[in-house]
């Protein structure tokens, strides 16, 4: 009995499905099960010298008919700019299926959840969910997410109620 794509896709190295246009995992070598369950692009924020990356990852995934984006993201020391990039990136790709991928799906995930906070508005709980799934993150990537959510933080909590304002007395 022939398994699903989807069923296929649960076999990559740490998948995640986040909703039904963006899916996420660690080495994502299967790319002709990826293109069969639809997607249409694949973002790799590997480096070219991370475990298990492919040399020509490119050529393999644009020879499936996918587009291919790659914004290698050092492990040990993210930066705002490949964030930047990142979601410029994923606001380009709006609409369509979108496969995310690293070495571990550390760095995608960390990646989505500021992106998802930050860009699309979910709730910091919903999407923290999804990022703890894969890992907690260390004291770097700790840091990365809390340094992009500080100015931003206020837009995501509920508003407190404030006191009633005081009337004005009519001259």
């Given at each position: 009995?022939?398994?699903?794509?989807?069923?296929?896709?649960?076999?990559?190295?740490?998948?995640?499905?986040?909703?039904?246009?963006?899916?996420?995992?660690?080495?994502?070598?299967?790319?002709?099960?990826?293109?069969?369950?639809?997607?249409?692009?694949?973002?790799?924020?590997?480096?070219?010298?991370?475990?298990?990356?492919?040399?020509?990852?490119?050529?393999?995934?644009?020879?499936?008919?996918?587009?291919?984006?790659?914004?290698?993201?050092?492990?040990?020391?993210?930066?705002?700019?490949?964030?930047?990039?990142?979601?410029?990136v994923m606001?380009?790709?709006?609409?369509?299926?979108?496969?995310?991928?690293?070495?571990?799906?550390m760095r995608?995930?960390?990646?989505?959840?500021?992106?998802?906070?930050?860009?699309?508005?979910?709730?910091?709980?919903?999407?923290?969910?999804?990022?703890?799934?894969?890992?907690?993150?260390?004291?770097?990537?700790?840091?990365?997410?809390?340094?992009?959510?500080?100015?931003?933080?206020?837009?995501?909590?509920?508003?407190?109620?404030a006191g009633?304002?005081?009337?004005?007395?009519?001259?």
């Amino acid at each position: 009995m022939k398994t699903s794509p989807q069923e296929s896709l649960s076999g990559i190295y740490e998948f995640r499905r986040i909703d039904d246009r963006l899916d996420t995992a660690g080495s994502a070598a299967q790319f002709p099960v990826i293109r069969e369950a639809g997607f249409e692009a694949v973002v790799n924020l590997a480096l070219p010298t991370s475990d298990n990356a492919l040399a020509n990852e490119g050529s393999i995934v644009t020879g499936l008919g996918m587009a291919y984006l790659h914004i290698p993201v050092n492990f040990q020391a993210p930066a705002a700019r490949d964030f930047q990039t990142f979601c410029g990136v994923m606001e380009a790709l709006q609409g369509r299926r979108v496969f995310v991928h690293c070495a571990a799906n550390m760095r995608v995930s960390a990646f989505v959840f500021l992106y998802r906070v930050l860009r699309q508005g979910a709730r910091i709980p919903d999407a923290q969910r999804d990022l703890h799934a894969i890992w907690q993150p260390d004291e770097v990537w700790a840091k990365f997410i809390e340094d992009h959510l500080r100015p931003n933080w206020h837009t995501k909590e509920p508003k407190k109620k404030a006191g009633k304002p005081a009337k004005r007395k009519s001259r």
